[in-house]
């Protein structure tokens, strides 16, 4: 699932998939901007944007799914 998709879900599902709730993701996101615009951009840029990449660690760190099902 894509940010897209789990921003619209109710906020018990949301926080059943993800571990946080909305308002905690969105502070966590923040703080990620904040250290992406500081950091020195070297090699290829990301496909993921930064809202997919923080939702796909904290599914990794809730669920410890394997990278096959995380990519689906």
């Known amino acids: 699932m894509t940010y897209e998709q789990v921003k ?3 906020l018990e599902d949301f926080k059943r998939l993800c571990g946080v ?3 905690t993701f ?4 923040e703080v990620v ?3 992406h615009r500081t950091k ?3 090699g290829r840029p990301g496909k993921l944007s930064l809202e997919n ?3 796909m660690t904290l599914e990794y ?3 410890y799914r394997t990278y096959f099902h995380i990519g689906q």
């Open 26 to 29: 969105n502070q966590m996101l």
């Open 61 to 63: 760190w809730r669920e």
């Open 8 to 10: 619209s879900l109710k």
């Open 53 to 55: 990449q923080l939702l």
């Open 40 to 42: 020195q951009k070297t």
């Open 33 to 35: 901007r904040l250290l």
């Open 21 to 23: 709730r909305p308002e």
